[in-house]
């Protein structure tokens, strides 16, 4: 099994450009979590996803978009990139309940 | 609504000593803690919880935590730490709703 994996690893944007990350998981996992890692300020829930098809609104959701259309996929969404939003991004998955979460590796984004 | 707080930033110890990083929670429903371990450059990993019976656990590799209501904190301690264990470490509640709630995260360095 490879886990939670993320696309991509690094990535820089400048603002006003659009991006998607992507994330996969292939342990039939019905819950999963976007977060931001700023220093000093921890993670940060953007937007999460309690099964297939359904998305809800985490602590830090403006100027992002999320979609679940498969079970394995969560897609979050930069419309329009801000240098506010350079930041470490991880994308978590987890069983039944939000309590034994398996992160990824992360996703570093710069916006200039 | 629920909180945590980490009381401390950063904790230098030298290698063997004993070792405790703090967390206070607050919250108006009975809480699930958990902390998770954060190694350099990859995701967060679940160290131990606590959602009910006994309030120590325990890690595989030596840390320990204790429950406590009365001081509504979940203390995370270590009588002999090794290099290895040089890592950031964040403290997590949840409550009744769908998602966890990190604290900023201590970043132990562990000294030869």
């Known amino acids: 099994n490879a886990g939670v994996t993320q696309t991509p690893k690094f990535r820089v944007l400048k603002t006003g450009q659009s991006m998607t990350l992507l994330c996969a998981q292939d342990?039939?996992?019905?819950?999963m979590y976007w977060y931001r890692q700023d220093p000093g300020m921890g993670l940060r829930l953007i937007h999460y996803?309690?099964?297939?098809?359904?998305?809800a609104k985490g602590e830090v959701p403006d100027g992002y978009n999320v979609s679940r259309l498969k079970k394995q996929n969560f897609l979050l969404g930069l419309e329009s990139a801000a240098p506010s939003q350079t930041s470490v991004y991880f994308c978590?998955?987890?069983?039944?309940?939000?309590?034994?979460?398996?992160f990824g590796p992360g996703t570093r984004l710069t916006v200039t | 609504a629920q909180s945590v707080t980490q009381l401390d930033s950063q904790v230098p110890v030298f290698e063997e000593a004993p070792v405790e990083l703090r967390c206070n929670y607050s919250?108006?429903?009975?809480?699930?803690l958990f902390w998770y371990v954060q190694y350099p450059n990859q995701g967060l990993q679940l160290l131990l919880k606590?959602?009910?019976?006994?309030?120590l656990v325990e890690s595989i590799n030596g840390f320990e935590a204790e429950f406590n209501k009365s001081q509504t904190s979940f203390h995370l301690r270590k009588p002999s730490v090794h290099i290895s264990d040089t890592a950031e470490y964040f403290c997590?509640?949840?409550?009744?709703?769908?998602?966890?709630?990190f604290g900023t995260g201590t970043r132990l360095q562990v000294f030869p």
């Open positions: 978590a998955s987890s069983r039944t309940n939000p309590y034994e979460q398996y």
């Open positions: 342990m039939n996992h019905e819950y």
């Open positions: 606590y959602l009910s019976g006994s309030t």
């Open positions: 919250s108006s429903v009975s809480v699930y």
């Open positions: 997590a509640v949840s409550g009744s709703t769908d998602k966890l709630i």
């Open positions: 996803s309690v099964g297939e098809g359904t998305t």
